[in-house]
């Protein structure tokens, strides 16, 4: 079979190679595939019909072209993945249970946010309670972090040089050469707005509240699902299961060992917020608790404060006292762009963006801004649901164009390390696949993915 990815369009297409959901996976339901037909065994893992099917129809969705040869990529990278979970196994490689909670519960809060509609109404439309799909999703998030894991170990030395990325874009033909829509450099400035002491007292009185209310004989699961700033709540109403050492931050596994069965704590603090703690079981390094979380909200006053500082940092911008990049660096609270100057990353370690890459709130603000520009102070709410305010650098714009490696040197740089990281895979594929028992549907010998290299 040739190597996977052939052109730069497959590359773009593919990126970093991740299994496919699997048919059970809640997202895909409705999508009238008929299934559950194993079309491949890799030791004890095994690749459905469905997962190939999914993955290739989402190829297509995202304007690829119909090819069997595609269909083979996708199903070689499948058996691949199932492959890297045998060996992983063999070679003890483990990802820590607390990553595959936190990635399992990110999902499920995508899902439940995405569905629109309530727990009871989301387990009727899939027909399985939450913890049966929750259960599903921790398989599928574990897969995905123990092929990532075995992937950057086998290709963590790949490099690749500027003359090794001109080679590659010159090789692709250019009919083949992808077509991208307008871009941008954009950067920001974060300050998150800091929750005065009042703020905070109150937070701790209303959970004072609730714990009076709990000890006075109201069900703890619904005040949890009613006040709890937890996203699981909604299916697990504040329990937390069983849970090591190391696993939690290490305020709750603090107070989880000073608290005796069915005790609940005094509000204390995390990184999260305020929480109550009923301890419910123990025994020896392990403990079950259940717990509800409340976030203290910044005031008026408090989004004020940021608005004030930020826009009195940007006067100095814009009066050429200091660099946006540098004041980004120095002041920003955003961890992710501060680092870069202020600056989105694209992926790839660029810093152009597509714009339908853009967070829609960024997009429109910048419709009405000029290149070069920075804009007033924005309240915004961050990914981790803080209160923040912001001011943004629209640095340029890129019109929609065909790839070239002046406006797209990242892109292709990338492509071509994927490319390389790609055939240094299928060697270890071809070396591993002889260590573990490995069958294929007869129906897709023509892909020829068991064939000698």
Same mark, same amino acid.
């Given at each position: ?170 090789? =692709?033909?250019? /009919? $083949?050469?992808?077509?991208?829509? *307008?871009?941008? #450099?954009?950067?920001?400035? &974060? ?125 100095? =911008?814009?009066? /050429? $006292?200091?660099?946006?990049?540098? *004041?980004?660096? #120095?002041?920003?609270?955003? &961890? ?118």
């Amino acid at each position: 079979m040739k190597h996977i990815i052939k052109y730069i369009a497959l590359v773009f297409a593919f990126g970093a190679i991740v299994p496919a959901a699997s048919a059970q996976d809640p997202e895909a339901a409705g999508t009238g595939f008929v299934v559950d037909e194993i079309i491949s065994k890799v030791d004890n893992y095994i690749v459905l019909k469905s997962d190939l099917e999914r993955a290739y129809q989402d190829y297509l969705t995202n304007g690829g072209s119909a090819s069997q040869q595609v269909r083979c990529q996708y199903l070689a990278l499948l058996i691949r993945n199932k492959l890297m979970m045998a060996k992983a196994e063999m070679d003890s490689v483990v990802v820590p249970d607390a990553d595959v909670d936190q990635y399992t519960q990110r999902k499920m809060d995508m899902i439940i946010a995405q569905a629109g509609v309530s727990p009871d109404e989301l387990e009727e439309r899939y027909g399985k309670t939450l913890e049966q799909i929750r259960l599903e999703i921790r398989d599928q998030e574990r897969e995905q972090l123990v092929v990532r894991k075995m992937q950057e170990e086998i290709t963590k030395s790949i490099t690749v040089t500027p003359a090794e990325v001109k080679r590659f874009f010159h090789k =692709i033909p250019k /009919d $083949s050469l992808p077509y991208f829509s *307008a871009s941008v #450099e954009v950067a920001q400035i &974060v300050k998150i707005a800091t929750v005065s002491g009042e703020q905070e007292n109150l937070t701790k009185g209303e959970l004072i509240g609730i714990r009076n209310r709990i000890l006075s004989g109201e069900d703890f699961a619904t005040l949890a699902k009613k006040y709890s700033d937890d996203p699981s709540v909604t299916s697990n109403g504040g329990d937390m299961g069983w849970s090591g050492r190391g696993r939690m931050v290490p305020e709750y596994e603090a107070m989880a060992f000073k608290l005796k069965p069915n005790e609940i704590s005094m509000p204390f603090k995390s990184q999260f917020g305020y929480h109550i703690m009923q301890l419910l079981e123990r025994r020896g390094n392990e403990y079950r608790s259940r717990h509800i979380l409340i976030s203290p909200k910044p005031s008026e006053q408090d989004i004020q404060k940021a608005t004030r500082y930020l826009d009195s940092l940007r006067n100095l =911008i814009v009066s /050429d $006292s200091i660099k946006f990049q540098k *004041a980004a660096k #120095e002041y920003s609270d955003d &961890v992710e762009t501060k680092g870069n100057g202020g600056f989105f990353n694209d992926g790839d370690g660029g810093m152009r963006l597509m714009v339908d890459e853009l967070d829609p709130v960024v997009f429109f603000k910048l419709d009405s801004m000029d290149v070069g520009g920075v804009s007033k102070p924005i309240t915004y709410r961050t990914d981790e649901g803080k209160d923040a305010v912001r001011i943004l650098y629209y640095k340029s714009r890129l019109a929609p164009h065909q790839a070239s490696l002046d406006a797209d040197w990242s892109r292709i740089q990338a492509a071509t390390l994927n490319e390389k990281k790609d055939k240094v895979l299928q060697k270890w594929f071809d070396k591993a696949r002889k260590d573990v028992f490995i069958s294929i549907d007869p129906s897709y010998d023509y892909c020829g993915i068991l064939d000698e290299h």
